[in-house]
């Protein structure tokens, strides 16, 4: 046990706000409801699991939000359209794909911030969206899309099963592989990872068209959610990305990464707003107490221990 709260220090708050709603409510700890926290902290650790790498960089996107709403519009309109679902999918895929690298082509080749050229994506890429959809819902009605939140493979919800193998993947490619050290060697010293021979620009595009992705993800699941897409869908989205990842331990200044920390905090996260729905919260008060843990975790972040990455030096990395 001790062991675990070391390497998941998210574990402890965690339950303790569940014995706290438990008592608190009489729903809580029902099985339908217990699924409905893990659905929800699923379709928010995707994106955030992709997240993950960008702060492990030293970076973070913020144009993941208006991604998730241009990926679902250009699903639904192309579903619309009568294609099949195959390239409907694939084509949401490839819009998110196409935001990542442009971000990080801006990035790295223009020499701007991350924040103002992920800000400036989110103004566009939202002004694209809401310019295809002509400021309209993109209803659509596709049993094969739903699966995607809506089937039960082996009687598992298709998010839980989609986290877990993305969880697997990102674990392994974090701790096991040249890239994770790379991207955390990157967050280290950006300059000292260069001078080492370390292809830096090519591991920042590469991580921005990976969070690209991630948000065309994060739109199939909530058009397969709504069934529609809308250019408004989205709003505040890049928060809930980064503030899971903050939250499950990966230093905001890059370095370190905690993949497990990250599907921890959209657990503790959703755990907390399905409690204040059961107690009747105004959302705006769900918004506040989520700030509010934010900055909790900012707070002690030295305190915490969770499941990261050694920070390699620039010569370990190349190795």
């Not at 907390?272 to 707070?299: C, D, E, F, H, M």
């Given at each position: ?69 241009l990926a679902g519009v250009v699903c639904c309109s ?139 993800a994060w739109g199939l699941l909530i058009s397969s ?78 305190l915490r221990r969770a499941d990261t990455t050694v ?9």
């Amino acid at each position: 046990m001790t062991a675990l709260l070391r390497r998941a220090p998210l574990v402890l708050p965690l339950l303790t706000v569940i014995i706290a709603l438990a008592v608190a409510t009489d729903s809580f700890l029902t099985g339908a409801n217990i699924e409905n926290v893990l659905v929800a902290a699923g379709i928010v650790a995707l994106p955030g699991l992709a997240m993950t790498f960008c702060l492990a960089m030293g970076e973070f996107d913020l144009s993941v939000g208006s991604t998730v709403s241009l990926a679902g519009v250009v699903c639904c309109s192309a579903l619309i359209a009568g294609r099949p679902l195959a390239v409907a999918m694939a084509l949401a895929l490839v819009v998110g794909a196409v935001i990542g690298l442009a971000n990080g082509l801006v990035v790295t080749k223009l020499g701007v911030t991350p924040f103002i050229a992920t800000l400036a994506t989110l103004v566009i890429v939202r002004g694209v969206a809401l310019a295809y959809s002509d400021g309209h819902d993109q209803i659509i009605s596709s049993a094969g899309l739903k699966y995607l939140v809506g089937g039960r493979p082996l009687g598992v919800p298709m998010p839980i099963v989609l986290v877990a193998v993305a969880t697997a993947a990102a674990w392994w490619a974090m701790n096991r592989t040249r890239f994770g050290r790379w991207v955390c060697a990157i967050g280290s010293n950006r300059e000292a990872a260069r001078v080492s021979g370390l292809p830096v620009d090519r591991i920042r595009i590469a991580v921005y068209t990976l969070v690209g992705i991630a948000g065309g993800a994060w739109g199939l699941l909530i058009s397969s959610q709504l069934q529609k897409g809308n250019g408004q869908l989205g709003l505040g989205f890049e928060l809930d990305a980064i503030t899971v990842v903050v939250i499950g331990g990966t230093a905001l200044l890059g370095g370190r990464a905690s993949i497990v920390g990250t599907v921890l905090g959209a657990v503790l996260i959703e755990t907390i707003r399905n409690g204040l729905n059961l107690l009747n919260t105004p959302p705006a008060y769900q918004r506040i107490s989520v700030g509010l843990l934010l900055i909790a975790a900012l707070a002690l972040k030295g305190l915490r221990r969770a499941d990261t990455t050694v920070v390699p030096t620039a010569r370990e990395a190349t190795s």
